[in-house]
């Protein structure tokens, strides 16, 4: 029997409608379809009703399907000549294990396709409208991870990271943010810093947060945020904050008619 194939598809960050039209056709032809807990209702709707669904969902901390399993089911299917697609929140090559299911097939001679999605620092950030780069505000962006495992220091490049001209895009931060807010601080990053916290970012039940960069700490854990929360630190995120003047100042955009789209 020839071998089947495996996409690695990215359902982007929550919204149904930010993923792209390849993953739908892609989702739309799958005989199995192993699934992320970040994937939405919505999108596991578009899993064709003969296809078999897995939920291989982790939890930070709790690995429901440890990864090693992950990686041998994906060969598996494969090899048993089915079209498997291995359905994960954002874009599977960022933070995603993505590419270490990727090499695992790789070593297994199995065809393996990659199918990008919006990554969720893309997406919160458009929710937001705010930039990820601006000129004069920032000059680049860097997604970093905030998580580490259990029982070892956050390892990550304090210095380099404690630059006011570059963004910086926190996953899996939520429970390290006090200690990553005093190591850039410590670092020489000002205090002053506007942030965004962004829990279940594009979807209904999205929250936002702003705070200066020393305040963030207290303000995220006074919010109890559920779901997935993203931080952005950087000058971009104070353009985050004036949009949300505007929305809890009950303002219509004044720019909102210039822009109207003409049916
Ligand atoms: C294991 S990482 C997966 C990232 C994913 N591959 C991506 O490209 O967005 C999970 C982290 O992504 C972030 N995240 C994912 N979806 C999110 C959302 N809708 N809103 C806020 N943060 C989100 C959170 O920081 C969460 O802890």
Redesign the pocket.
Known sequence: MAFGKVYLV?AG??DPELLTVKASRIIARADVVAYDR?VPAEILALIPAGAARIDVG?Q?GHHPVPQPEINQLLVRLAAAGRTVVRL?????F???RGSEEAAELRRAGIECEVVP?I???Q??AAAARMPLTHRGLATGVRFVT??CKADEPLDLDWNSLADPHTTLA?????GNISEIVGRLIAHGLSADTPTLA??????AR?RRLSARLEELPDAARAANFE????FIIGKVAALAAEWSAIEDAGIADPLADQFAVVA
């Open positions: 990215g960050p929550g970040l982790k930070a994960k929140g954002g874009d599977p960022i933070f995603g999605g990554t969720s620092a997406g919160c905030g998580h926190v996953y899996m931060g939520l962004i829990s279940q970012g594009t979807t999205e779901g997935p929360v993203l």
